[in-house]
């Protein structure tokens, strides 16, 4: 278990750094664990970040690759809806780092 | 007064329990970044030791709550010495293989440079017959009459909080991939071993955080990943309309279908991650065009076990009696596995014993079949046509998963589980290279990331340990331009992708066998 402190708040981590309460999740804690990670966010990164929020409240994990490439073509265009942009946006791959930023638990498995 | 007050917040220094103790690395872990390969040179090569290299290796503990879940103590238990040496002498009466291994070892030394973790981390303590030997030593002590008598003389050694620690190290740092068996003129299997003392630790406690968590979630939502039904159904309608995109056709993604011929059942990284989705999109096109009725269902939406990993045959079974409510459910013919090394082993070497007899199924066919014997013998039957040209840009290889290889068969020849999934290879792509043949069938090296291993708190061991085999891979990358990296294994396409950018190749080298299939295959009338 970890911890990070903005603005006087507490926000408790797991060990790897995934905010434990994704209830707790604002734009500041994005921008905190964006920074973490080296990651500049931009108007395409947020793009990323607000679908798996909105995916995950509704199905309660991240959304399969293909879905969210699907996205992506969608948001910006067929030349961006690919996963070399998505690793362009999210160096460390979506699950490690679109996910992490996003507030959402780290997907595990066989993956 | 403020002075007291002042002390009590100064940063003391973290007294650890027990359980911490055992579980804490003695060097801190590197963060992925921080972790490099040693380059590749020539050959696999045999290290100088450097002794306790890797004792700072170890994986995250489970909380006390998947512990409970699990039935198993919440923390170190306090009569943990006593309940360690009761439960290792149950274990020893329930496996004779287990009494067996513990007394016959000759230290002759032939498995020490067989251990893929031992050649990427150096560390004497990986070499099989030492990590054998923390079991041992213990195994002495309390259970032989030298041991009991003689002490450290006879190699005893009384369990105590320290080897307990480097229990928790070099039993995960073992992915259970047998490769030592192999070379043991006496066959010891130090994959069972490594079970035995999983199984012993978390009866005392001790759990490890990636598999347990994994099966908490198969008991609570049904599969490794975590995916419930209606993610998986909205997951795989979304598959739907891809396949139909890509190819103009309407090729389906059942989902609980009674009475569908075919039950499939497959882990489920295949419905969600990278590779493995293009061998989903390989099955659903075989069957397609195969014209069978098939169906995956939500009760058995995995088909990794990872009960095996930590040695426990009450989790296996009931991971495993998902299977049973599902044929229940669909009352198919035919059971298929998609591609998954332990899965297969699991579902070849113990689903008859763990939920058999599978008496409501077709007797004509195997129970289970593997994906690659039915594709293989669609193939051979001339039932589907593949164009090898479709994969003109790839060389490939294949990557023996060790749950196949050492761990199951395949179709009706002994070595099939070697020859069905190459000819299916060979079927599909026209330029196919193998690699150095110390490193492929039965003695193929481990990816690194099996038995329990593959999660990011073990990354560096995982980078090491997949040495040997890409180290075989660069040697025929350089020869002959490989390119492609077939694997029927979810745990391996997990562990390739994230493994090989750390030695300089792309990701997406690593693919599934399916995957070459999902390419190469006529789709449309037949003739
Ligand atoms: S089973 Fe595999 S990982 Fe374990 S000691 Fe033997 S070779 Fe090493
Ligand atoms: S090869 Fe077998 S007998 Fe020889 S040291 Fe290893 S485990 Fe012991
Ligand atoms: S991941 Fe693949 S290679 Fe590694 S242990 Fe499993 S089956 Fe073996």
Redesign the pocket.
């Given at each position: 278990m970890g911890s990070f402190e903005i603005d006087g708040k507490t926000y408790e981590t797991d060990d790897d750094g995934y905010l434990v309460n994704l209830d707790e999740w604002n734009e500041d804690v994005a921008k905190y664990i964006a920074g973490i990670e080296s990651v500049e966010l931009t108007e395409a990164h947020w793009e990323v970040v607000n679908f798996l929020r909105n995916y995950y409240q509704e199905y309660n994990i991240a959304p399969a690759i293909k879905i969210l490439i699907k996205e992506m073509k969608k948001m910006f265009g067929p030349e961006k809806g690919n996963s070399a942009y998505l690793y362009d946006l999210y160096p460390a791959g979506p699950a490690l780092q679109a996910c992490k930023i996003a507030g959402l638990p780290k997907p595990t498995g066989c993956v | 007064m403020a002075d007291t007050e002042a002390t009590a917040t100064e940063e003391e220094p973290k007294v650890l329990t027990d359980l911490e103790k055992v579980g804490e690395p003695s060097v801190p872990r590197k963060k992925p970044n921080e972790i490099h390969p040693d380059d590749l040179v020539g050959k696999i090569s045999i290290p100088k030791v450097e002794e306790g290299s890797a004792a700072g290796n170890k994986p995250y503990l489970c909380k006390p709550e998947n512990m409970e879940k699990l039935g198993f103590p919440g923390d170190l238990r306090t009569d943990w010495h006593d309940a360690a040496i009761a439960k290792m002498g149950d274990l020893l009466k329930k496996y004779k293989s287990l009494q067996v291994y513990m007394d016959i070892?000759?230290?002759?030394?032939?498995?020490t440079d067989k251990c893929h973790y031992f050649l990427g981390t150096r560390d004497g303590k990986n070499m099989?017959?030492a990590r054998?030997e923390l079991f041992r030593k213990v195994y002495r002590k309390y259970f032989t009459t030298e041991g009991k008598i003689l002490g450290k003389l006879a190699g005893a050694e009384r369990f105590d909080l320290d080897l307990l620690g480097e229990w928790y190290s070099y039993f995960h740092q073992c992915s259970q991939c047998r490769r030592?068996s192999v070379?043991?003129?006496?066959g010891?299997d130090t994959a069972e071993i490594s079970m035995a003392a999983r199984e012993i630790m978390d009866h005392i406690g001790v759990g490890q955080k990636y598999v347990n968590d994994i099966i908490v979630k198969v008991h609570d939502v049904g599969n490794n990943l975590g995916m419930n039904p209606k993610a998986l159904k909205a997951t795989l309608e979304s598959t739907e309309e891809d396949l139909e995109e890509e190819t103009g056709q309407k090729i389906r993604l059942p989902l609980d279908e009674v009475g569908a011929e075919v039950l499939m059942v497959t882990p489920s990284a295949d419905f969600f991650a990278s590779p493995h989705v293009e061998s989903l999109l390989g099955y659903a096109k075989v069957f397609h065009q195969a014209g069978i009725s098939w169906t995956f269902s939500t009760a058995a939406s995995e088909a990794g076990n990872f009960g095996m990993f930590i040695g426990s045959y009450g989790q296996m079974q009931k991971v495993a009696s998902r299977l049973t409510d599902a044929i229940q459910e669909i009352k198919p013919k035919r059971l298929i596995v998609g591609e998954c090394g332990h899965a297969w082993r699991i579902a070849y070497s113990f689903w008859n014993t763990l939920i058999g007899p599978f008496d409501s199924l077709d007797p004509n066919y195997k129970r289970p079949e593997h994906i690659c014997e039915y594709t293989l013998d669609l193939v051979n039957r001339g039932a589907i046509k593949l164009d090898k040209s479709k994969n003109d840009d790839f060389v490939v290889t294949m990557h023996d998963s060790c749950n196949v290889a050492r761990g199951a068969r395949m179709g009706d020849k002994p070595g099939g589980q070697f020859t069905i999934p190459r000819d299916l290879i060979k079927a599909s792509c026209n330029r196919y290279v193998e690699m150095d043949e110390e490193t492929i069938m039965e003695k193929t090296f481990c990816c690194g990331g099996g038995g329990g291993l593959l999660t990011d708190d073990l990354l560096e061991l995982r980078v090491q340990g997949a040495m040997p085999r890409m180290q075989a891979f660069h040697k025929v990358q350089e020869s002959h331009g490989v390119n492609f990296l077939a694997l029927i294994c979810a745990i391996c396409k997990a562990q390739f992708t994230k493994i090989l950018p750390k030695y300089g190749v792309g990701m997406d080298v690593a693919g599934g066998v399916h995957q070459l299939i999902a390419n190469a295959i006529e789709l449309g009338a037949k003739e």
């Amino acid at each position: 278990m970890g911890s990070f402190e903005i603005d006087g708040k507490t926000y408790e981590t797991d060990d790897d750094g995934y905010l434990v309460n994704l209830d707790e999740w604002n734009e500041d804690v994005a921008k905190y664990i964006a920074g973490i990670e080296s990651v500049e966010l931009t108007e395409a990164h947020w793009e990323v970040v607000n679908f798996l929020r909105n995916y995950y409240q509704e199905y309660n994990i991240a959304p399969a690759i293909k879905i969210l490439i699907k996205e992506m073509k969608k948001m910006f265009g067929p030349e961006k809806g690919n996963s070399a942009y998505l690793y362009d946006l999210y160096p460390a791959g979506p699950a490690l780092q679109a996910c992490k930023i996003a507030g959402l638990p780290k997907p595990t498995g066989c993956v | 007064m403020a002075d007291t007050e002042a002390t009590a917040t100064e940063e003391e220094p973290k007294v650890l329990t027990d359980l911490e103790k055992v579980g804490e690395p003695s060097v801190p872990r590197k963060k992925p970044n921080e972790i490099h390969p040693d380059d590749l040179v020539g050959k696999i090569s045999i290290p100088k030791v450097e002794e306790g290299s890797a004792a700072g290796n170890k994986p995250y503990l489970c909380k006390p709550e998947n512990m409970e879940k699990l039935g198993f103590p919440g923390d170190l238990r306090t009569d943990w010495h006593d309940a360690a040496i009761a439960k290792m002498g149950d274990l020893l009466k329930k496996y004779k293989s287990l009494q067996v291994y513990m007394d016959i070892c000759v230290k002759c030394g032939s498995c020490t440079d067989k251990c893929h973790y031992f050649l990427g981390t150096r560390d004497g303590k990986n070499m099989p017959v030492a990590r054998a030997e923390l079991f041992r030593k213990v195994y002495r002590k309390y259970f032989t009459t030298e041991g009991k008598i003689l002490g450290k003389l006879a190699g005893a050694e009384r369990f105590d909080l320290d080897l307990l620690g480097e229990w928790y190290s070099y039993f995960h740092q073992c992915s259970q991939c047998r490769r030592c068996s192999v070379f043991c003129p006496y066959g010891i299997d130090t994959a069972e071993i490594s079970m035995a003392a999983r199984e012993i630790m978390d009866h005392i406690g001790v759990g490890q955080k990636y598999v347990n968590d994994i099966i908490v979630k198969v008991h609570d939502v049904g599969n490794n990943l975590g995916m419930n039904p209606k993610a998986l159904k909205a997951t795989l309608e979304s598959t739907e309309e891809d396949l139909e995109e890509e190819t103009g056709q309407k090729i389906r993604l059942p989902l609980d279908e009674v009475g569908a011929e075919v039950l499939m059942v497959t882990p489920s990284a295949d419905f969600f991650a990278s590779p493995h989705v293009e061998s989903l999109l390989g099955y659903a096109k075989v069957f397609h065009q195969a014209g069978i009725s098939w169906t995956f269902s939500t009760a058995a939406s995995e088909a990794g076990n990872f009960g095996m990993f930590i040695g426990s045959y009450g989790q296996m079974q009931k991971v495993a009696s998902r299977l049973t409510d599902a044929i229940q459910e669909i009352k198919p013919k035919r059971l298929i596995v998609g591609e998954c090394g332990h899965a297969w082993r699991i579902a070849y070497s113990f689903w008859n014993t763990l939920i058999g007899p599978f008496d409501s199924l077709d007797p004509n066919y195997k129970r289970p079949e593997h994906i690659c014997e039915y594709t293989l013998d669609l193939v051979n039957r001339g039932a589907i046509k593949l164009d090898k040209s479709k994969n003109d840009d790839f060389v490939v290889t294949m990557h023996d998963s060790c749950n196949v290889a050492r761990g199951a068969r395949m179709g009706d020849k002994p070595g099939g589980q070697f020859t069905i999934p190459r000819d299916l290879i060979k079927a599909s792509c026209n330029r196919y290279v193998e690699m150095d043949e110390e490193t492929i069938m039965e003695k193929t090296f481990c990816c690194g990331g099996g038995g329990g291993l593959l999660t990011d708190d073990l990354l560096e061991l995982r980078v090491q340990g997949a040495m040997p085999r890409m180290q075989a891979f660069h040697k025929v990358q350089e020869s002959h331009g490989v390119n492609f990296l077939a694997l029927i294994c979810a745990i391996c396409k997990a562990q390739f992708t994230k493994i090989l950018p750390k030695y300089g190749v792309g990701m997406d080298v690593a693919g599934g066998v399916h995957q070459l299939i999902a390419n190469a295959i006529e789709l449309g009338a037949k003739e």
